[in-house]
């Protein structure tokens, strides 16, 4: 296993005047770290796997693993996709029918002539580590989906490589085989350690299995830091969004202190230097009550549009001020009896909000304290 550093990569499928669909990507990836690139559909993650992988040719820039350059534009090195010590896990597992899992584990040894490997039982061994080690006998249509992606985790890692690739691996598998092999996969990266880089759209698969998560947008990582950080503290409006901080609201800054379109100031736990801020909230951050009482600066005025029942929750669509807002309430509080037609005051959790200048979309530097003055 090694670390991974990637610098000014660019990737264009077109001529030199076309979008970089990988735009001066900045990476290092510290030895034994699983690192997740999340985003949207067409961000460019499959492409930067492709080009740490030798699958695709990048325009320029660099590529070291384990301190060796893998790829360099500027001196014209690049190593053949075979060259390179990686193992690689995709969304369709991607297993010879023909061949049984022990010979399916093994082809990467075989391939790479690794001999070792094939004399001293790295096949048993890693076939063990995915609990597969009763399988090897039999054939890929013999096994379940779970234990086809438990065979191609294994093959990946088997011939010990520097890197580990992740396309998706888990999103052909149905909701409850996926947090199985998902928290599998955790342990089996906590008890080894492989350097692996893993492409998801999923966030939960992001949180839950990720030691740091870059989040791509147009070819460019926007945001690159552990998960509770990425979650809590989202550097840009688009990373608040991507992350669930799905409702937006505008503030205007007055002689008393900001307030939202109809509410009297407050005070927030913002130091910014600009005239408007965008807050970013997650809908189990709002909370709703009667429409009648008078409205303070972190409040405003809106029109529940309708319910859904959660179980536990209750999602409450609302509209503001031309605004579409969500809130998640608690089954059982006052919030969670709204209908729909029903005049509220939908109230923001200003101490765990997220505060953005509009220009920049940067998130505003916080105070240590929130100072609400109602
Ligand atoms: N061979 C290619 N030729 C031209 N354009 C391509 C090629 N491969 C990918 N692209 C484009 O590059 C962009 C990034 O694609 P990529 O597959 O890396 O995105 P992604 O983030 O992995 O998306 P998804 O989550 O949908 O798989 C897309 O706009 C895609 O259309």
């Known amino acids: 296993m090694a670390s991974v550093s990637i610098t000014s990569l660019t990737k264009r499928f077109g001529g030199p005047r076309s979008d970089a669909v990988i735009d001066d990507l900045q990476l290092e990836i510290p030895q034994g770290e699983l690192l997740v690139l999340l985003g949207a559909s067409g961000c460019g993650k499959t492409t930067t796997l492709r080009c740490l992988a030798g699958l695709e040719s990048p325009t320029s820039g660099r590529i070291e693993l384990a301190g060796n350059a893998v790829f360099d534009s500027e001196r014209r090195v690049e190593l053949p996709a075979e060259k390179r010590s990686i193992g690689m896990v995709f969304q369709s597992y991607a297993l010879w029918p023909h061949k049984t899992v022990r010979k399916n584990i093994a082809y990467p040894l075989k391939v790479r002539k690794i001999k070792e490997g094939l004399r001293d039982g790295w096949v048993e061994e890693v076939a063990d580590l995915v609990d597969c080690g009763h399988l090897l006998d039999r054939y890929p249509s013999q096994l379940s989906g779970g234990q086809q992606q438990r065979v191609a985790l294994a093959r990946g890692i088997v011939a010990r490589p520097d890197l580990v690739l992740f396309d998706e691996p888990l999103s052909n598998l149905d909701a409850k085989l996926r947090m199985q092999v998902r928290a599998d996969l955790h342990e089996l990266h906590e008890r080894i350690g492989f350097t692996s880089v893993f492409v998801t759209h999923d966030q939960d698969e992001a949180l839950a299995l990720a030691d740091r998560i870059a989040i791509m947008r147009a070819g460019r990582i926007e945001q690159c830091a552990t998960p509770d950080t990425v979650f809590e503290e989202p550097a840009t409006d688009y990373v608040a969004e991507f992350m669930g901080m799905s409702n937006r609201l505008s503030l205007t800054r007055g002689v008393d202190g900001w307030s939202a379109s109809g509410g009297a ?36 005025p809106a029109r529940v549009n309708g319910t859904v029942y959660g179980g536990s929750h209750v999602d409450v669509s609302l ?56």
């Open 265 to 300: 100031p407050v005070r927030l736990p913002v130091a910014a230097d600009v005239d408007e801020l965008t807050v970013r909230v997650r809908p189990e951050h709002l909370m709703i009550r009667g429409g009648q009482d008078v409205l303070h600066g972190h409040e405003v």
């Open 319 to 374: 509209e503001a001020d031309g605004r579409r807002l969500q809130a998640r309430v608690e089954t059982g509080t006052p919030g969670s009896r709204a209908a729909a037609g029903d005049r509220v005051v939908v109230e923001i959790d200003t101490a765990r909000a997220r505060y953005f200048d509009p220009t920049t979309e940067r998130a505003v530097v916080h105070a240590p304290m929130p100072e609400v003055v109602a």
